[in-house]
C-alpha cells in the first residue's frame, strides 16, 4: 500500500498560540470493507492493518486493560457494576502495544493520538507500550466524571487522557484551540457502556488538532462516543468494536 503523505506548510505565525493549522492531512478514501461514519464490528487491529502509513491526523485509544483489577482483587468481578466491566474482552499487554504501534505507523508526522488511562497504569507506568514508536507523551488531562468510582483506598472520581504526538514534536501550526482545561469536568449518562468518555471533551481535542472533514480513527471504540465527537464537530470517524 502505497504511503500518503501529509502537506506542511511553513509560513511565519505570529505566536505559539496561533489558531491556525499549517499542516494538511492526506485525502483517504475508505479502504476495501471499510465505511466512514458508521458502527462497524470487527477486530481493531484489523482494521488498522488495512490504513496506510502516515495518513491519520488523530487518533483515540481506550484500552480494555484489567491489570488494576488483578492488582487490587476487588472481588466484584460478574457483580453489579462489575458485570459490565467483566463482560468486556480484555488486552493483554502485548496486545496494548500491537495496537499503540499500528497507531503510530498510521499517523501523520505530528499527528495525535489521545490515551485514555486509569490511575493504576499512570503511577505503574506505561513506557513499555511506547517501545518502538514514534510517539512522545506531550500532555496529559484528568477527566472528572462528577461520580465516585472504584478505589481500594481513595475512590477514584476521575480519569486521564495521555496526550501523544508522532515525531516531530510540534505545538506551533498544529495545536490551533487553546483554552481546553487540563481539568475537565463533565459527565456521561450511565448503562450504555461501561466505559462511555466525554463527547465534549473529544469534541474540542478533534477540533485543536484537525481540521473540518478530517478522518479521526478509534479502532476500539466501546461506546462509540468518539464518532458521535466526529459528528458534531465535522470530522469523518473510522473506528470498530467487537461489539459493533
Given at each position: 500500500?502505497?504511503?500518503?503523505?501529509?502537506?506542511?506548510?511553513?509560513?511565519?505565525?505570529?505566536?505559539?498560540?496561533?489558531?491556525?493549522?499549517?499542516?494538511?492531512?492526506?485525502?483517504?478514501?475508505?479502504?476495501a470493507g471499510l465505511h466512514y461514519n458508521t458502527r462497524l464490528k470487527m477486530d481493531g487491529l484489523d482494521l488498522?492493518?488495512?490504513?496506510?502509513?502516515?495518513?491519520?491526523?488523530?487518533?483515540?485509544?481506550?484500552?480494555?486493560?484489567?491489570?488494576?483489577?488483578?492488582?487490587?482483587?476487588?472481588?466484584?468481578?460478574?457483580?453489579?457494576?462489575?458485570?459490565?466491566?467483566?463482560?468486556?474482552?480484555?488486552?493483554?499487554?502485548?496486545?496494548?502495544?500491537?495496537f499503540i504501534a499500528a497507531i503510530s505507523r498510521s499517523l501523520i508526522p505530528s499527528g495525535h493520538l489521545f490515551?485514555?488511562?486509569?490511575?493504576?497504569?499512570?503511577?505503574?507506568?506505561?513506557?513499555?507500550?511506547?517501545?518502538?514508536?514514534?510517539?512522545?507523551?506531550?500532555?496529559?488531562?484528568?477527566?472528572?466524571?462528577?461520580?465516585?468510582?472504584?478505589g481500594y483506598r481513595t475512590r477514584r472520581t476521575s480519569e486521564h487522557l495521555v496526550v501523544l504526538q508522532k515525531?516531530?514534536?510540534?505545538?506551533?501550526?498544529?495545536?490551533?484551540?487553546?483554552?481546553?482545561?487540563?481539568?475537565?469536568?463533565?459527565?456521561?449518562?450511565?448503562?450504555?457502556?461501561?466505559?462511555?468518555?466525554?463527547?465534549?471533551?473529544?469534541?474540542?481535542?478533534?477540533?485543536?488538532?484537525?481540521?473540518?472533514?478530517?478522518?479521526?480513527?478509534?479502532?476500539?471504540?466501546?461506546?462509540?462516543?468518539?464518532?458521535?465527537?466526529?459528528?458534531?464537530?465535522?470530522?469523518?470517524?473510522?473506528?470498530?468494536?467487537?461489539?459493533?
Amino acid at each position: 500500500m502505497l504511503h500518503a503523505k501529509p502537506i506542511i506548510t511553513d509560513a511565519p505565525l505570529a505566536t505559539v498560540f496561533s489558531k491556525d493549522r499549517c499542516i494538511t492531512a492526506p485525502a483517504l478514501n475508505a479502504p476495501a470493507g471499510l465505511h466512514y461514519n458508521t458502527r462497524l464490528k470487527m477486530d481493531g487491529l484489523d482494521l488498522l492493518s488495512k490504513l496506510p502509513a502516515n495518513a491519520i491526523p488523530v487518533a483515540f485509544f481506550d484500552p480494555q486493560y484489567r491489570g488494576v483489577l488483578d492488582k487490587l482483587s476487588y472481588g466484584n468481578e460478574g457483580v453489579s457494576r462489575g458485570k459490565a466491566r467483566c463482560s468486556l474482552a480484555q488486552m493483554s499487554e502485548k496486545t496494548i502495544q500491537a495496537f499503540i504501534a499500528a497507531i503510530s505507523r498510521s499517523l501523520i508526522p505530528s499527528g495525535h493520538l489521545f490515551l485514555w488511562m486509569d490511575k493504576f497504569h499512570l503511577c505503574t507506568g506505561f513506557a513499555n507500550w511506547l517501545e518502538e514508536t514514534a510517539l512522545d507523551v506531550v500532555d496529559m488531562l484528568t477527566w472528572h466524571k462528577g461520580r465516585i468510582g472504584m478505589g481500594y483506598r481513595t475512590r477514584r472520581t476521575s480519569e486521564h487522557l495521555v496526550v501523544l504526538q508522532k515525531k516531530p514534536r510540534r505545538a506551533k501550526g498544529i495545536w490551533k484551540v487553546h483554552t481546553i482545561p487540563d481539568i475537565w469536568s463533565e459527565q456521561v449518562k450511565p448503562g450504555s457502556h461501561a466505559h462511555k468518555k466525554p463527547t465534549q471533551l473529544q469534541g474540542e481535542l478533534i477540533a485543536a488538532v484537525s481540521n473540518p472533514g478530517d478522518l479521526v480513527i478509534d479502532p476500539a471504540a466501546g461506546s462509540f462516543s468518539v464518532l458521535e465527537a466526529c459528528q458534531n464537530t465535522g470530522r469523518n470517524f473510522l473506528g470498530c468494536d467487537l461489539n459493533g
